[in-house]
């Protein structure tokens, strides 16, 4: 079993940054690929980014491809979502999820992932 905590949230002007966190506690954390996704309201939920358990391996949504950057911390069991040149459509609760998966391995599809987080919300004005 494994706990997901997000943090990070908050308002930003268009064309600000944020970085979330996502701590993760119970099974050994290196061992598992993770991603974040978002949801905004009245949407599905979609993939935005994931990372293979080494963190040797990354994937992104093209919506935000060259402005997101997906990294992790095994030392500290937590994963990092840097966001910038953020936009009004970025808008959504975001959540971090996990994943058991070989060393290269990273997943993109909401059903892959066993564990999530309770989400956290970011908010970006025009």
């Known amino acids: 079993q494994v706990q997901l905590v997000e943090s990070g949230g908050g308002l930003v002007q268009a064309g600000g940054s944020l970085r979330l966190s996502c701590a993760a506690s119970?099974?050994?954390?290196?061992?598992?690929?993770m991603g974040w996704f978002r949801q905004a309201p009245g949407k599905e939920r979609e993939f935005v980014a994931a990372?293979?358990?080494?963190?040797?391996?990354?994937y992104y949504a093209d919506s935000v491809k060259g402005r997101f950057t997906i990294s992790r911390d095994n030392a500290k069991n937590t994963v990092y979502l840097q966001m910038n040149s953020l936009k009004p459509e970025d808008t959504a609760v975001y959540y971090c999820?996990?994943?058991?998966?070989?060393?290269?391995?990273?997943?993109?599809?909401?059903?892959?992932?066993?564990?999530w987080g309770q989400g956290t919300q970011v908010t970006v004005s025009s």
């Open positions: 999820a996990a994943t058991q998966c070989g060393t290269y391995c990273y997943r993109t599809l909401r059903s892959e992932y066993a564990y």
């Open positions: 990372t293979s358990w080494s963190g040797s391996r990354t």
């Open positions: 119970g099974r050994t954390f290196s061992s598992y690929t």
